[in-house]
Structures are given as structure tokens and as C-alpha cells.
């Protein structure tokens, strides 16, 4: 019996993923989310891979998933009934906020509901200082009286936040011991856990995001591990990260809001490890589902990663309008732009396309499942862009005739023009969302999308390819093996991961280097408990960052630090390394001003090296198509005849010019009439737009 297959699995909001990898080969699948009950459509899909490849359920060896579970319930509003529970006199932090309007000028603007409405934030007399010592000792009468009262509410769940507790936990820990007596205590969560660092609101925001979602995750994880029990799975189960790390379903059952990117995080490792195989500097990741589309910018094989990030945001792409959460996040923007996504005409005669999605059920008016409305998908059928018989591998047969019908009376009819029309309108404008997304990312972080490399997967993002490069001025598209299950590829490169934060204010001037040396290997302790969880023998990684500032500014800079103990000449490796960051983002530093430390930051890894770069191959002819299909051009508006070819018949060295569709089982490749596509040696297709 072999234990060397490995599963990944991505469930996502139209279609769950699964990709099993076998010595030497790779299977892939889609099945539809069964948005009742998400671990249904995993068995399903899970049987049916495992009798693909002839192996028993006993002979896995490894699960990886991610899901969106604990997003959507965020954003959907479907988390568990939580009270918060907080030092007397701040009960209102988490609806004060920031204290500003993320538009200013905008009259009707509306802030996102907090998660946990007024009559279940609870105060407590308490209070720490910010050096960690008492000033007031915690009323335990209190918070024993509060537990008896939360039972009465029927609350779910429990979020603990006390002012100053990341630098002492000591009154959130007791606190905790005395509600577990009325409220399960793997249902509490404390914000000295879940959040350890300094800014009270968004410590606070991440906490009852935590806990909002801990009865949720904590029963689907349960019903996944029982659900692969009885299928006849004895393996490990793992859990991807938003960080792109993968943790033990122990640690995922404790912070549950560390999922919330898991899947899109899966799909920019997967396209590291093509820039890495292509000797791409610069690359931007587009990964387009049924739902949603994210987008990353990846700069000399790494990621852009954050420790903030916003869910639910009430205005698109507006920062501050969502609710925070502070975790290691891979930093990507997502749009409501998807396969699924709805279109619609305005009472101003305008035609709008999402961010709202049709998902797996009813699902877009060509699936027949009931949905009537025009999507995304609906138009690329009417374009002829996709197959209807081999859609999803011909796990799903569309009908184009209820595509026609939906788009002509949702939109053809009440803009006066023909569907095809009305359906190109569709697939525009969807595109033009995604870059204009793409740009504004890239202004916020200081960058530009011109001359990237667009790497695209997700079962829509080969279809749209092309004319997004076209709008962001990019010449070069890598179209990777398994686009279609990008995500579910990624995970199966991810490393067990796991970062730890601390807070503790350190100026240079004065600089201890044992405090600092005792405080990372605190860290790494804490770290490589849960790493080794999953990687008992590996080689481990260690990053660390330090969040610095001048004295009296406001916010840090993130300054990438030594992994060596530090010794007497410390304060000056560390203000050369804080110059540098700060030179890099500002263009000068401040002479004569203090330096100081805020927050500290410890990820520690599984090695898991990038593949080196794919060698040349030699031209060879391309295959004679399957067939031909008039289809419209999406750069020209025209009605053209287009070659159909099937990617698995293109050999590296390949290469065709556009018109063209290259298909596969879970998505297609649209080849624009200016482009020419090439296979490359690792069989990723290329797609470059020819000189004019």
C-alpha cells in the first residue's frame, strides 16, 4: 500500500476544487459547492477522484484544504450569536473605530455593522497599564454574574478584550476560567491569543471576528475529520492559511480567522512557483472563480504580504470601510467578479456586473438549476468562448438557449442592442472592474502593472486573460498546468507555517539586546510548537520583522531583522536596517530623531525551496486544431472563425497565433487575434502579444 498521494482540496464559493497528486502524475476535478453543507460536496469529490485513480481511501496520505467558509460567514452575516466582553468604559471602541469617514464627502456613506451589536458588549471592572502592571484588579464576581447572563442571551460565542492585555494576559486568562464555567471555553476568545499587539480597535475587531466564526469552523472541521473517517481516511488533515502557510486543524479550531484568504492564498504560491520556473522579477497573479477574482502583486518571488486586512468592505476597493482584521495575510485585492457574477441594467439605463453572485445554486441561467438571471458565464457561452458540452471536464452541460434568454431580457432588451452585444457589454465591463482593482492595489503599494507578467488560473482567469493584459498595458500571460484548479496546485507547494506577533515598546537609544534576544526565543518557542505539530523532522525557516518608527510618528514601517542573536552592536544593525526601509519607502530618512521598536514578528517555516528555471525548448509544429468555432473577438467587438485546440495535444515547443481557443477539462484558454500562444517546457502556455 502507498501512502505518497496527496490531496488538496479548495472550496470555493461556485466550485470545490481537488487536485490529488500521485508519484509522477496529477489528477484534478470540480465538483459544486454545496453551499447547506460545504464538507458534502469535499466527500463527493473526494470519492470521486480517489475511484479515478484506482486508489482506496486508506491509501492517502495527506488532506490540504482551504476554504472560504470563514470569509463568507463574515461577510454574509452567518456567524455564531457573540457577546464582547471588555474593560469598563470601552464597550463602544468597536463602533467608535477610527474616528473618520472613509469618504468624506459623501453624505449617505454607511460603516459596516459591528459584528457584535451594542446590547451584547459587556464591560468589566478591570484595567492594566500599558507597562503590564495592575492598576485594577479584575471584579471576578463580576464576570462569574456576566457568564450567568450570557446564558440567558443564548450567546455562542465569546470575545474577550481587555485594554493593554497584550503585554499582560493575565486578567483575559482568568477571565476566561470563570466564564467556561457557563460558556464552552473553546468557544472564548481571548484578544491576548487571538491578537497580542498594540491599537485597541483593531485588536479588539480581530477578536470577535475570531470568535464570531469559532462555533462555525469548529463543527465543519469536526464534520470534514468524521466525514474522511468514514470514507475510510486514516491521514493527516491540514489547513491552508491566509499567511500562504499550512497549520494543524488544532490551531485552526483556535483561530479560525487565520483561514479567511486560505484559498486565493493557495493560488499565489502556485504562481511563485511560476514566476520561479519562467525567471519572472515581476508578476501579477489573476485568479478568476465562479465568484470572485483576486488579484496579487509578487516582486522578485515574493508575495505582497500584510498584517492588515479588511472583510466586508461596504464601498468597493475604499480602504477603511470594511471591518479589520490583523493576521498575516498574503495582501491581494478581491472584486466581486466572477463566472457567477450577476449582470443587470439600472433604472439609468447603465449595465452593472456584480460584485453579487449567482454561486452553484441557482447558478448561472446556462447551468438550468434554476437561475434566470444574465451572469458572466452566460456571456462567454453566448460569445461562443466556451464549450457548453465540456464545461467543468462535461461535469456540468450548459444550455446556451437559457443564456440567450437571460441576457436578452436583462439586458439585451432594456439597452435596445442584440444579446451578442449586450453580452460583450458584460464580459467589458467585468474586465475593466478587475483592472481598474489591479491598478489601485498597485498605486497603494507604490507600484505599477505595466510590463508584469499576468499569471492567470482559477476556471475563469484564462478566458479573460488576454484583454486584461491588454487593459494594463501587460505583453505576457502564463496560462499554468491545472489553471483551472490553481488554488488546490498551490496548496500542495505550501509550507507548514506559522507566525507569532509581540508587542513591546523598545527604543534604540538604551538598546538591551537580552531582552530582545529573550523575546524571539519566546517566539520561536511558541512557533515551532505548532510547526512541528506538522513537520516533525523538516528543516524550518525563521523570518523576523520588527514594526519601527521615528518617535511621535504614528504608524511603523515593516523592517526585515537579522535571524542571528543579537549582540552589543545591535541598536546599530538595527537602525541600518530601519534607514534602509525607511529610505526605500520615503526617499530620506530624519536625521537626529529617535528610533523605536512597536511590534515584533517571528514566521518560522517548513523549507520548502522554488523549482530553478525551466530550460529552452526547441519550436516544433502545432497540432492540427480539433475544430473550428465563429466566436467574438473581445479585443474588436468582430465575429471570427477561431481554431479549437485541446492543451493536452500541444507539446512543449508548440505555438499558434490567434484567433484561438485551447481547451482542458476545467477551463478554457482564449487566444485574442493579436496573440500567439507557446508551450513551454513545464507545458504552461504563454501568450505574448505580437508586434503590430
Not at 347 to 359: F, I, M, Q, T
Not at 383 to 403: C, K, Q, S, T, V
Not at 508 to 515: E, I, R, W
Request: glycine share 10%; with cysteine; net charge negative.
Amino acid at each position: 500500500m502507498t501512502r505518497s498521494a496527496r490531496l488538496a482540496v479548495d472550496i470555493g464559493g461556485t466550485f470545490t476544487d481537488l487536485v490529488l497528486e500521485l508519484p509522477g502524475r496529477l489528477l484534478s476535478t470540480k465538483v459544486l459547492t454545496t453551499q447547506d453543507a460545504p464538507e458534502r460536496a469535499v466527500m463527493e469529490g473526494t470519492a470521486a477522484i480517489l475511484t479515478q485513480a484506482g486508489l482506496q481511501p486508506a491509501e492517502l496520505g495527506l488532506v490540504i484544504h482551504g476554504t472560504t467558509l470563514a470569509t463568507n460567514a463574515l461577510i454574509e452575516r452567518k456567524g455564531a450569536h457573540t457577546a464582547l466582553v471588555t474593560t469598563e468604559g470601552f464597550r463602544d471602541s468597536l463602533e467608535i473605530a477610527y474616528e473618520h469617514r472613509f469618504e468624506q464627502y459623501d453624505l449617505y456613506m454607511e460603516r459596516p455593522e459591528p459584528l457584535v451589536p451594542r446590547p451584547l458588549r459587556f464591560e468589566v471592572p478591570e484595567r492594566m497599564a500599558a507597562d503590564g502592571s495592575v492598576l485594577l484588579p479584575l471584579d471576578e464576581a463580576a464576570v462569574d454574574a456576566l457568564g450567568r447572563r450570557l446564558t440567558v442571551e443564548g450567546v455562542e460565542a465569546v470575545a474577550v478584550s481587555f485594554l493593554h492585555s497584550y503585554r499582560n494576559p493575565a486578567h483575559e486568562q482568568r477571565a476566561r476560567e470563570l466564564l467556561a464555567r457557563h460558556i464552552p471555553e473553546a468557544r472564548i476568545a481571548l484578544s491576548s491569543e487571538v491578537c497580542p499587539e498594540i491599537r485597541e480597535y483593531e485588536r479588539t475587531s480581530t477578536t470577535v471576528a475570531n470568535a464570531y466564526v469559532l462555533p462555525l469552523m469548529e463543527g465543519y472541521l469536526r464534520q470534514l475529520e468524521q466525514g474522511l473517517r468514514d470514507l475510510g481516511c486514516a491521514c493527516p488533515l491540514l489547513l491552508i492559511m491566509s499567511s500562504g502557510g499550512v497549520t494543524t486543524v488544532e490551531t485552526a479550531r483556535r483561530f479560525p480567522i487565520r483561514l479567511v484568504e486560505s484559498g486565493p492564498a493557495g493560488g499565489a504560491i502556485l504562481a511563485r512557483r511560476i514566476a520561479a520556473e519562467n525567471g519572472i522579477a515581476r508578476a501579477l497573479a489573476f485568479d478568476m472563480g465562479g465568484t470572485t477574482a483576486k488579484i496579487t502583486l509578487i516582486d522578485d518571488l515574493k508575495p505582497q504580504q500584510a498584517r492588515h486586512f479588511e472583510i466586508a468592505r461596504a464601498a468597493r476597493f475604499v480602504k477603511g470601510s470594511g471591518i479589520p482584521v490583523r493576521i498575516p495575510v498574503i495582501d491581494m485585492v478581491e472584486i466581486g467578479a466572477g463566472g457567477g457574477s450577476i449582470a443587470r441594467v439600472d433604472p439609468l439605463g447603465r449595465l452593472n456586473v456584480g460584485p453579487d453572485s449567482a454561486g452553484s445554486m441557482p447558478g448561472p441561467a446556462c447551468y438550468a438549476r434554476g437561475g434566470t438571471v444574465p451572469t458572466v458565464t452566460d456571456a462567454d457561452l453566448l460569445l461562443h468562448w466556451i464549450d457548453p458540452e465540456g464545461f467543468a471536464g462535461g461535469y456540468i452541460r450548459l444550455e446556451p438557449e437559457r443564456a440567450t434568454r437571460a441576457v436578452e431580457a436583462h439586458a439585451a432588451e432594456p439597452l435596445g442592442m442584440p444579446a451578442w452585444q449586450a453580452a460583450l457589454g458584460i464580459t467589458e465591463i467585468v474586465t475593466e472592474t478587475m483592472a481598474s482593482a489591479a491598478r489601485v492595489h498597485a498605486v497603494e503599494n507604490g507600484k505599477e502593472t505595466v510590463d508584469r507578467t499576468l499569471i492567470a488560473f482559477g476556471g475563469a482567469a484564462p478566458l479573460h486573460a488576454a484583454r486584461l493584459a491588454q487593459k494594463l498595458g501587460i505583453r505576457q500571460v502564463i496560462v499554468p498546468t491545472g489553471a483551472g484548479v490553481g488554488s488546490a496546485h498551490g496548496f500542495l507547494g505550501a509550507p507548514i507555517a506559522y507566525e507569532v506577533v509581540r508587542t513591546r515598546l523598545i527604543p534604540l537609544a538604551g538598546f538591551d539586546p537580552t531582552t530582545v534576544n529573550a523575546l524571539f526565543d519566546e517566539m520561536r518557542a511558541e512557533a515551532e510548537a505548532v510547526v512541528r505539530l506538522g513537520a516533525p523532522a523538516a528543516l524550518l525557516v525563521e523570518e523576523r520583522v520588527g514594526f519601527m518608527r521615528y518617535r511621535g510618528q504614528g504608524h511603523e514601517v515593516a523592517v526585515r531583522l537579522p535571524t542571528d542573536r543579537l549582540g552589543p552592536d545591535g541598536t546599530e544593525r538595527l537602525r541600518a536596517a530601519f534607514e534602509a526601509t525607511y529610505r526605500e519607502f520615503y526617499g530620506r530618512i530624519i536625521p537626529n530623531l529617535e528610533i523605536e521598536a512597536v511590534t515584533w514578528t517571528l514566521a518560522l517555516s517548513e523549507d520548502r525551496p522554488l523549482p530553478g528555471r525551466l530550460p529552452e525548448v526547441a519550436p516544433r509544429p502545432a497540432p492540427e486544431p480539433l475544430d473550428w468555432r465563429r466566436l467574438v473577438d473581445p479585443g474588436t467587438g468582430a465575429e471570427i472563425e477561431a481554431a479549437i485546440h485541446a492543451r493536452a495535444a500541444m507539446q512543449p515547443g508548440a505555438r499558434i497565433e490567434g484567433p484561438a481557443v485551447i481547451t482542458e477539462a476545467e477551463t478554457s484558454t482564449l487566444v485574442p487575434t493579436g496573440f500567439a500562444a507557446a508551450v513551454n517546457a513545464a507545458g504552461h502556455i504563454v501568450i505574448e502579444r505580437m508586434a503590430a
